[in-house]
């Protein structure tokens, strides 16, 4: 299907990522060769977007276009850069909350989490570069709109923006059932960042060595764990309850 956040052809692409544009990720034919397209995966890997070889059916299914053997998804949305955004909220006078997600794959839950997170007034969401859910007409929807009203930024990897927020003074707090610590015992008064995993794999094990406090949720029945747009905002909702 042909929309507005998608371009297809392989100089138009390299033209994209030449001109700074939000690319999400690229769709690239298995098995394609020429110089050209070699150039295209030199740019894309120099640049650190995501990639992913498919057949040239999936590429026909995006789009009906002379596609050349490449489709990029563009975010329509600009992404903000983490430092200058740390930077301008500590100056704002108001006690920092930043939501951070680690390579989370559902754009729906992804859209969820941006609405609830717009609602309890999160500075700033941290994504990863690569592996996580793109920001996509779904994820528009399933936010309401919040997609655009609250600051995204991208990292190579979470753990970049661990260690940013610890060195800005910003304690940071892992969603993770790897725990004694219950929510309730972990204050949210201070400048602090939360931290959410994967739907399937929670937190990457060797961000959780380097945060600064664990919590989880208490959970009373015999399902082992909460949908993570769910228990965010569980998350977020303590900090607000703390913080009036």
């Given at each position: ?185 972990i204050s949210f008064k201070e400048p602090c960042a939360i931290i959410m995993g994967s739907e399937g794999k929670g937190i990457n094990p060797s961000t959780l060595k380097v945060v600064d406090e664990k ?30």
């Amino acid at each position: 299907m042909q929309n507005e956040t998608q371009i297809f052809g392989i100089r138009a692409i390299i033209e994209a990522v030449n001109s700074d544009k939000s690319i999400d990720k690229v769709f690239l034919q298995k098995g394609l060769r020429g110089e050209l397209f070699s150039e295209l995966e030199n740019i894309l890997r120099k640049n650190s977007i995501n990639t992913s070889y498919v057949p040239v059916e999936k590429l026909n299914r995006l789009t009906n276009r002379n596609h050349q053997g490449a489709v990029a998804q563009i975010s329509p949305i600009p992404f903000h850069d983490l430092e200058h955004l740390v930077v301008q909220v500590l100056e704002s006078g108001k006690t920092p909350l930043f939501l951070l997600l680690d390579q989370l794959s559902d754009v729906r839950n992804f859209g969820a989490i941006i609405r609830t997170a717009e609602c309890t007034g999160v500075d700033g969401i941290v994504i990863q570069q690569k592996g996580g859910a793109p920001v996509n007409g779904d994820t528009i929807k399933t936010s309401a709109g919040a997609v655009f009203k609250i600051p995204i930024c991208k990292v190579d990897h979470i753990k970049d923006a661990v260690f940013y927020m610890q060195a800005s003074g910003i304690k940071v707090i892992a969603a993770t059932e790897k725990t004694d610590n219950l929510i309730y015992d972990i204050s949210f008064k201070e400048p602090c960042a939360i931290i959410m995993g994967s739907e399937g794999k929670g937190i990457n094990p060797s961000t959780l060595k380097v945060v600064d406090e664990k919590a989880k949720l208490p959970l009373l029945g015999e399902i082992e764990s909460l949908n993570v747009s769910v228990a965010c905002g569980t998350f977020l909702y303590e900090a607000v309850r703390q913080r009036s």
